[in-house]
């Protein structure tokens, strides 16, 4: 499997990285929350634009992208529109989702975007040739709030997105059971040793999935998600804690 270089940060490489998301609505909160980050461990911050007031003009987003970029220096910033359909705070046209990911990519603030994966492939082949096309990298995403999917077909959505062209799959599932939880880590061992030729994310949501979140050095996921104030989903654990159990795992491995 190739590691991927993203600014000062090599994924798929030793320790998972560890990517903080901020979730504020209105500028102030989301400016505020950045200017926190150079106090905890943070590899990577995600900025869940869907949660922004004034997301429908771009002219906002710009501002606030640039603002964050200011702040947060060196550290990798990933752009994220997460649709409600996938979890997230709002509902977008395909064609404004688009739009909206590629000037995002274009603006030179971001280094990552987030492509759900299964907006439709020529909607997500656009979104990935235009990101791609302003020098970012694309993490293509799949997320489901009701179920687990058995282990081929989580397998076989992350090897669909390599074949979108994603520089990163990431798949994120909630587990009914604890055999659930072994489903996911079991597809991701799989997909890295046969299939992988790139970092893969991959987590089961929810307290049961709590452990899918700390082990992703021993099964293969490349990238966990911590919240500094507002989890961005279920399970997420605090930034400082997380960082404790990855950085022991690491020097039991």
């Known amino acids: 499997m190739n590691t991927l270089r993203v600014r000062n940060i090599e994924l798929g490489a030793g320790i998972p990285k560890i990517c903080v998301p901020i979730v504020g609505v209105s500028k102030e909160d989301i400016l505020s929350e950045a200017k926190t980050f150079d106090s905890i461990p943070v590899d ?11 997301v429908s003009d771009l002219s906002q987003v710009l501002d606030v992208l640039k603002q964050l970029r200011d702040i947060l220096g060196d550290t990798p910033l990933l752009f994220t529109f997460r649709t409600s359909k ?11 989702y688009a739009q909206l990911n590629i000037q995002a990519a274009q603006s030179g603030y971001v280094d990552l975007v987030d492509v759900e994966a299964f907006t439709g ?13 302003a020098g970012v990298k694309v993490v293509a995403s799949n997320h489901d709030f009701f179920k687990t999917p ?4 989580i ?18 599932v909630m587990p009914q059971s604890k055999e659930d939880v072994l489903t996911l880590l079991s597809a991701t061992e799989e997909m890295v040793r046969l299939y992988a030729d790139r970092p893969i994310i991959t987590m089961s949501m929810g307290g049961t999935g709590v452990i899918s979140r700390l082990c992703g050095e021993v099964f293969g996921s490349a990238l966990t998600f911590g919240a500094a104030k507002k989890a961005s989903a279920p399970g997420q654990m605090g930034v400082r804690d997380l960082n404790t159990v990855l950085t022991l795992l690491h020097g039991a491995l």
Do not use: C, N, Y
């Open 121 to 133: 492939d020529d909607i997500v082949k656009t979104i990935i040739e235009g990101v791609h096309a």
């Open 86 to 96: 996938e979890g997230g705070e709002r509902a977008i046209e395909p064609q404004a």
């Open 44 to 54: 990577v911050v995600e900025w869940r634009v869907d949660w922004f007031e004034g």
């Open 150 to 153: 058995d282990k081929d077909t």
């Open 155 to 172: 397998i076989s959505r992350m090897r669909k997105m390599q074949d979108l062209g994603a520089d990163v799959p990431k798949i994120a």
